[in-house]
């Protein structure tokens, strides 16, 4: 029965009510929807594209980035794919970055350093890969045997 009218439902309704229902279960989660959000941080093109359409005036996304501090405690930080977003999440709590990130030549300064940090830390892990391949396996001896 329709809570409504007191009418017994049409297999219409029935229809339409699950297809609703299946549609609210396929949309993404507010978690979801703040995990990518984070993550397009990393995007340095983007942060200026928020720049020049004067996000960063609007005084209730500066407080939704504050919010979004939270992704940086480990339990939640965990699931970042791209962790260097944090890092952007950080800066844009200063003003000054905020400003700066919409001049090109700032952008693309930041985009550069961003890339060595990265083929650094690439070639520290090689170096590191290649040490623990190159080390000597001590001897091991059971039972007095040689």
């Not at 979801?32 to 005084?59: G, H, M, R």
Request: proline content about 4%.
């Amino acid at each position: 029965m329709s809570a409504q009218t007191d009418q017994p439902i049409t297999e219409q309704q029935k229809k339409e009510q699950e297809q609703y229902t299946n549609l609210i279960n396929s949309l993404p989660t507010r978690w979801e929807i703040e995990l990518e959000f984070v993550q397009s941080l990393s995007n340095i093109p983007y942060v200026n594209y928020l720049a020049q359409n004067n996000y960063f005036n609007d005084e209730n996304f500066i407080n939704y980035l504050n919010y979004l501090q939270y992704w940086t405690q480990p339990e939640y930080s965990k699931f970042l794919v791209y962790p260097n977003c944090l890092h952007i999440l950080k800066l844009l709590q200063d003003e000054n970055f905020r400003k700066n990130i919409i001049n090109q030549d700032f952008m693309n300064s930041l985009m550069n350093d961003m890339v060595k940090r990265w083929q650094s830390n690439a070639n520290d892990q090689d170096e590191n890969k290649e040490k623990e391949e190159n080390k000597e396996v001590p001897e091991v001896r059971i039972n007095g045997t040689n």
